[in-house]
């Protein structure tokens, strides 16, 4: 079934420790975004690619590094995470062509905790 | 730099009765104005979307209208039910690169439907 997956869903980690959190999607769509979701609700843009070799960083300055060497794979990488990144990490996509952003699909989220 | 503001943050209305939420932009090239709704722990979900080529957009029950001089767009739920309680965003597409845009979302409105 197209859809977009993220990996893990949850994760509870100790401060220093590097985490990728994964997302794949099944769609063919060329633009995917990771959001940081806070507790509060606001969804911040941290990262997007455009497609393949493409990433560039969005509005809410982030620690955290991505690739994009397939189309349907765009992880996020911590190479040492804090407790301030502890936060709910949404991964999405759109198909948007030219000048079109298109829907976003967004995946289910992971839930990192950093202790 | 762009932003959505978006209000209220929290609104609860009783079951049968309409609900409005505003948002207003900053960026006049924005055009295109999708809004996502959120449900407890789950992913949010595009509900409906407005260009700015036209006023108004209606899918049953909920409907967007824009007005581009003022850059304000506003979602209305009429006869709300309590399956509408949900976080809901705005957002606004902003040109990037003069090539392709991204999303910049509001704050969110949690809307309880008290029954």
């Known amino acids: 079934e197209a859809d977009i997956y993220q990996t893990p869903r949850y994760l509870v980690i100790g401060t220093g420790k590097k985490i990728t959190l994964e997302c794949s999607q099944t769609m063919g769509h060329d633009k995917m975004y990771w959001y940081q979701q806070d507790p509060g609700m606001e969804l911040h843009l941290i990262h997007y690619?455009?497609?393949?070799?493409?990433?560039e960083k969005g509005d809410l300055s982030s620690e955290s590094t991505v690739s994009r060497i397939r189309t349907e794979h765009f992880p996020l990488t911590l190479e040492s995470a804090r407790p301030s990144h502890t936060s709910q990490y949404l991964c999405?996509?759109?198909?948007?062509?030219?000048?079109?952003?298109?829907?976003?699909?967004f995946g289910e989220g992971s839930r990192l905790t950093v202790l | 730099g762009e932003n959505v503001e978006q209000h209220p943050s929290t609104l609860s209305v009783q079951e049968g009765d309409s609900a409005v939420i505003k948002c207003t932009y900053s960026d006049s090239a924005s055009n295109y104005f999708p809004w996502y709704k959120q449900e407890l722990g789950k992913r949010p979900q595009l509900i409906i979307d407005i260009r700015s080529n036209v006023g108004e957009k209606k899918d049953q029950r909920i409907a967007v209208t824009l007005n581009k001089t003022a850059k304000h767009f506003s979602l209305h739920i009429t006869e709300t039910q309590p399956e509408d309680s949900a976080v809901y965003f705005c957002a606004a597409s902003i040109e990037y690169g003069g090539a392709t845009n991204k999303l910049i979302f509001g704050t969110g409105t949690l809307l309880a439907v008290q029954p």
């Open positions: 690619s455009y497609g393949v070799n493409s990433t």
């Open positions: 999405a996509s759109s198909e948007g062509a030219g000048m079109n952003t298109g829907e976003l699909f």
